[in-house]
């Protein structure tokens, strides 16, 4: 695809129920980062990932938080038995080359996660 | 730890006129990139544009330029001849050069009007 896609846009959960957050880097690209953008902040780092390999969780606010990606490709927000305080945009981002890259983080447009 | 300061919540701008944004860090590290991020209301960061710690030469990408002072940590973005299109939330962002595909560290945003 032309970009980095993220799926849903929207969701809402109650208090208590599961999500998953889909994203779709950028094809090729190795690296990947997922970040949550609390209203009227800037985003902050959850975890990264070099293929499937994920180097550095050191960002997840809760062992509720978990991310994968199995293929090297897409990659999977999951937060269990959400809570108010997980409500956020959550943003993927892609870069084309691993550990030594320097190149640019492209972002998705984000999922917004309301929880109710 | 790396931090980034944006003391300005908001600001306003004549169609045409230039505005400056402000932004500084804290780090104790002599290599890094510095980086304004656009956020319009779609939600999808966009970089405006990126300076490298190394580089004395302020980066300049058409109407947007920075003055990077290393020595005070500053690192302010200006906007020439603004239009319509530029009002968003800008980010400024701070990554470590040292250590691999590090996460951007994000201040809290500035968000630009821009009054026809």
């Known amino acids: 695809g032309a970009g980095v896609s993220q799926s849903p846009r929207y969701k809402v959960a109650k208090r208590g129920q599961d999500v998953a957050l889909r994203c779709d880097p950028i094809s090729g690209h190795v690296s990947l980062f997922w970040y949550q953008q609390a209203l009227g902040q800037g985003p902050e780092f959850l975890t990264y990932f070099q293929n499937e390999a994920q180097l550095d969780k050191s960002g997840l606010p809760s062992d509720r938080f978990f991310a994968e990606r199995p293929e090297g490709s897409v990659s999977t927000l999951k937060i269990q038995r959400t809570q108010q305080e997980d409500s956020a945009v959550y943003l993927c981002a892609s870069s084309l080359g691993g550990w030594r890259d320097v190149h640019e983080q492209y972002f998705g447009p984000g999922t917004r996660l309301t929880v109710t | 730890a790396q931090t980034v300061t944006q003391s300005q919540p908001e600001m306003s701008v004549q169609e045409a006129e230039t505005v400056t944004l402000s932004c500084t860090y804290d780090?104790?590290?002599?290599?890094?990139?510095l980086f304004w991020y656009k956020q319009p209301p779609s939600r999808q960061m966009i970089l405006v544009i990126r300076q490298e710690a190394y580089k004395q030469q302020n980066a300049t990408e058409n109407r947007f330029s920075v003055n990077f002072q290393k020595a005070a940590k500053s690192f302010s973005l200006k906007i020439s001849d603004s239009q319509l299109g530029d009002a968003a939330m800008y980010f400024c962002a701070y990554r470590s050069a040292f250590s691999g595909n590090t996460p951007l560290v994000f201040g809290k945003g500035t968000r630009l009007s821009v009054i026809a």
């Open positions: 780090t104790s590290e002599s290599d890094y990139y």
